[in-house]
């Protein structure tokens, strides 16, 4: 699968998939950068097998600069609009994808870069990053999802205040409002989120995407119809096999072995 990329590498083993940004010196985030985001996803949606994402970076210190601010200088507001169109697209089907996706911001990540890492579903920061939203400063605004995925993750106000100033925040900073889910230390971002991938993949693949889709769904609608969307979401699980064998495994005091059916 590697020979289609350019600006990604691919490591994927039977059950799982490490994407990494591989764009030196600064990972910015392009138009071909997006492209080929878009077909690895494409790609890896269709592997029966897999069971969880990982997107990092092949960089040491950076995970991402942001978009091409080169390329702001010749956008009308069409042009501009189609091109951020495309980046939230693709950034959205990263979010929607029918798997976890775990990212480790082993580097710091500015702009667009973050916003890529906030449609993950968990993100791991290494312990001596920054981050921040930038644009303001640039005449502009986040527009690959960033002012809507923000504030549902920080709360309103500080994502707001993120975004207002443009100033950069540490990890320390980022695990407190809750852009980060989980800090490592210097170095073993990659690895700790690689771990957690793991750790998901041992668990039954048809349950973790159904809560995937059930919190997507919370997140969009009222809490009467989250709760039926749930009740759906348990009648389908109840009729798999996989539930069988995990409440079999608990009786018998014994490991599950899930086979996604």
């Known amino acids: 699968m590697n020979s289609h990329f350019s600006k990604l590498e691919l490591l994927c083993e039977q059950c799982s998939c490490t994407v990494l940004l591989k764009a030196p010196p600064l990972n910015i985030i ?14 890896l949606e269709q592997e029966s097998e ?8 092949a960089l040491p210190n950076m995970f991402s600069a942001g978009a091409d601010i080169k390329a702001f200088t010749s956008w009308t507001g069409k042009s501009g609009r189609d091109a951020c169109l495309h980046g939230s697209n693709v950034f959205q089907r990263i979010a929607r994808f029918p798997k976890p ?27 001596n990053i920054w981050v921040s939203l ?18 549902r993750l920080m709360g309103p106000s500080f994502a707001k205040r993120m975004m207002f100033t443009g100033e950069a925040i540490d990890a320390k900073t980022a695990l407190r409002v809750g852009l980060a889910d989980e800090t490592a230390p210097a170095g073993k971002c990659l690895q700790a989120a690689q ?28 809490l009467e119809r989250g709760l039926s969307f749930e009740n759906r ?21 014994r490991a599950p072995v899930f086979h996604g059916i």
Not at 102 to 127: H, K, P, T
Request: net charge negative; with cysteine.
């Open 30 to 43: 392009t138009r071909q950068l997006l492209d080929e985001l878009d077909e690895a996803f494409r790609l």
């Open 50 to 57: 897999l069971r969880v994402v990982v997107i990092g970076s």
């Open 101 to 127: 996706v775990v990212c480790a911001v082993s580097g710091n990540a500015f702009g667009a870069g973050l916003e890529l890492a906030m449609a993950c579903d968990i993100r791991i920061f290494d312990e």
């Open 134 to 151: 930038p644009e303001c400063s640039l005449g502009m605004q986040p527009g690959y999802g960033g002012t809507q995925r923000a504030p």
């Open 195 to 222: 771990d957690m991938a793991h750790t998901i993949a041992q668990r039954a693949p048809m349950a973790v995407a159904q809560v995937k889709k059930s919190v997507t769904y919370a997140i969009d609608h009222p």
């Open 233 to 253: 979401g348990i009648a389908l699980l109840c009729d798999t096999q996989d539930k069988q064998e995990g409440a079999a495994a608990f009786v018998q005091k």
